[in-house]
T-cell receptor, first 118, second 109 residues
Framework: DVKVTQSSRYLVKRTGEKVFLECVQD?????MFWYRQDPGLGLRLIYF???????EKGDIPEGYSVSREKKERFSLILESASTNQTSMYLC?????????????????FGQGTRLTVV | AQRVTQPEKLLSVFKGAPVELKCNYS??????LFWYVQYSRQRLQLLLR??SRESIKGFTADLNKGETSFHLKKPFAQEEDSAMYYC???????????FGQGTTLQVKP
């Protein structure tokens, strides 16, 4: 069983704080993703990484950065949290081929982190 | 542009009724289409993928390249099918998995 673990289920942070969301996977998958999930907007891709120290911007990277120092860990960083970053954040992982999609593969998701910025 | 559109936010049906969740996509290359499902208080998980041509929990989906659609169907809905359903796309042009807006399926007793 693939395990994708996000460090926190619920977080409450103040405006302006620096926030770290951690994701760890135990299946040696190359590709890791961070999405935010909002009602009516679906899952929107923030950043993804297809190798250690590699990262690419997704569709909504503004206000976020990421770090991938080890293959199993992918961190999402909110440099200065704002109220419009209140959301559910989902980490996902799957076996890839560098920057290319590996046909037929399945993505595995963490349980999500509900972040509230006050 | 690569895009997935799910036109319905909410689909409400009675138990035993047929279900069709719509998904349309825009993609220039060879797409791979998926349906993911999120049951209450559970993590998002794969339901089915078009390349497998499988039926999972009674659900099927056919890729129609002419209409660029990948609608999810089930002939007789069950209460346990109530969940959020996401259509997703990837393929040869990208390493990303792109999701639609999601449709909440509510099956009433």
């Amino acid at each position: 069983d693939v395990k994708v673990t996000q460090s926190s289920r619920y977080l409450v942070k103040r405006t302006g704080e620096k926030v770290f969301l951690e994701c760890v996977q135990d299946m040696d998958h190359e590709n890791m993703f961070w999405y935010r999930q909002d009602p009516g907007l679906g899952l929107r891709l923030i950043y993804f990484s297809y190798d250690v120290k590699m990262k690419e911007k997704g569709d909504i990277p503004e206000g976020y950065s990421v770090s991938r120092e080890k293959k199993e860990r992918f961190s999402l960083i909110l440099e200065s949290a704002s109220t419009n970053q209140t959301s559910m954040y989902l980490c996902a992982t799957y076996r890839g081929q560098g920057a290319r999609w590996r046909g037929g593969t399945e993505a595995f998701f963490g349980q999500g982190t509900r972040l509230t910025v006050v | 542009a690569q895009r997935v559109t799910q036109p319905e936010k909410l689909l409400s049906v009675f138990k035993g009724a047929p279900v069709e969740l719509k998904c349309n996509y825009s993609y220039s290359g060879s797409p791979e289409l998926f349906w993911y499902v999120q049951y209450s208080r559970q993590r998002l998980q794969l339901l089915l993928r078009h390349i497998s041509r499988e039926s999972i929990k009674g659900f099927t989906a056919d890729l129609n390249k002419g209409e660029t659609s990948f609608h999810l169907k089930k002939p007789f809905a069950q209460e346990e099918d109530s969940a959020m359903y996401y259509c997703a796309l990837s393929g040869t042009l990208t390493g990303k998995l792109i999701f639609g807006q999601g449709t909440t399926l509510q099956v009433k007793p």
